[in-house]
């Protein structure tokens, strides 16, 4: 997913990846890495 690889691999913060990819919910980046990080 775009907005994981951001965050892992070009280190942008939360509030950038929304931004740049229009995402309304502050706290669904947070749940996406929390689900990622379970999965590794």
């Known amino acids: 997913m775009e907005a994981i690889r951001?965050?892992?691999e070009e280190k942008?913060?939360?509030r950038q990846i929304n931004d740049?990819?229009?995402i309304q919910d502050k706290?669904?980046?947070k749940?996406?890495?929390r689900?990622?990080?379970a999965s590794l």
């Open 35 to 37: 689900k990622y990080f």
């Open 27 to 29: 706290d669904r980046m």
């Open 6 to 8: 951001l965050h892992v």
């Open 12 to 14: 942008w913060t939360y």
């Open 20 to 22: 740049h990819l229009g």
């Open 31 to 33: 749940r996406w890495m």
